[in-house]
């Protein structure tokens, strides 16, 4: 191996080596960039919606029982009119409302989801457990996870924004495997 010296002259700055990152180049994926790729990372989203004094949009996705599958919550942006609280809570129940269809990140793939999904403005019931809760001024949010939340089978995760007289958005980001 060949001796580098390794002071410069005083006038430059101490010796480094480059690397030629056309031979040797240091390419990083994230788990989510590889899970759409493979067609395994899904987006659900609510649209812009309306909410009433004293209620909360909301937002739930079940893992089902004997789905084979975990899910890993990439992250959760959206945006709000006014002032407003986003929770996010394992289980709870969503009452009525529409079963939004998840979206694959992938349009090339032909992969769909393997959770259920709920949506509806009112207030979350049964029992969750809060485990993350923050203020939002008016604007945009965004939270991320990067997998970091795990649902496995039998298990919701359900997400509140509110409450008051706001319109809200809320887009739910997770690969699966």
Same mark, same amino acid.
Request: no cysteine; proline share 0%.
């Given at each position: 191996m060949t001796n580098y010296t390794i002071f410069n002259k005083s006038n430059n700055p101490l010796y480094t080596q480059l690397t030629n990152t056309y031979l040797v180049p240091a390419i990083e994926g994230t788990p989510?960039?590889?899970?759409?790729?493979?067609?395994a990372f899904f987006i659900l989203t609510t649209g812009s919606v309306n909410?009433?004094?004293g209620n909360s949009l909301l937002l739930q996705i079940t893992n089902p029982n004997g789905s084979g599958k975990t899910v890993y919550i990439s992250g959760v942006m959206g945006?709000? =009119?006014?002032?407003a609280t986003i929770t996010i809570e394992k289980n709870g129940t969503i009452t009525g409302g529409t079963t939004p269809t998840p979206f694959n990140a992938n349009f090339g793939s032909a992969n769909t989801s393997i959770v259920t999904?709920?949506?509806?403005?009112?207030?979350?019931t049964g029992t969750p457990t809060t485990f993350t809760s923050v203020p939002l001024t008016a604007g945009m949010y965004e939270l991320k996870f990067n997998g970091g939340i795990v649902v496995t089978a039998n298990q919701t995760l359900s997400l509140t924004i509110g409450t008051g007289a706001i319109? +809200? =958005? +809320?887009?739910?980001?997770?690969?699966?495997?």
């Open positions: 989510g960039g590889d899970a759409a790729k493979s067609g909410v009433g004094g945006g709000v =009119s006014e002032a999904a709920k949506q509806n403005t009112g207030n979350l319109t +809200a =958005s +809320a887009n739910l980001t997770w690969w699966e495997y």
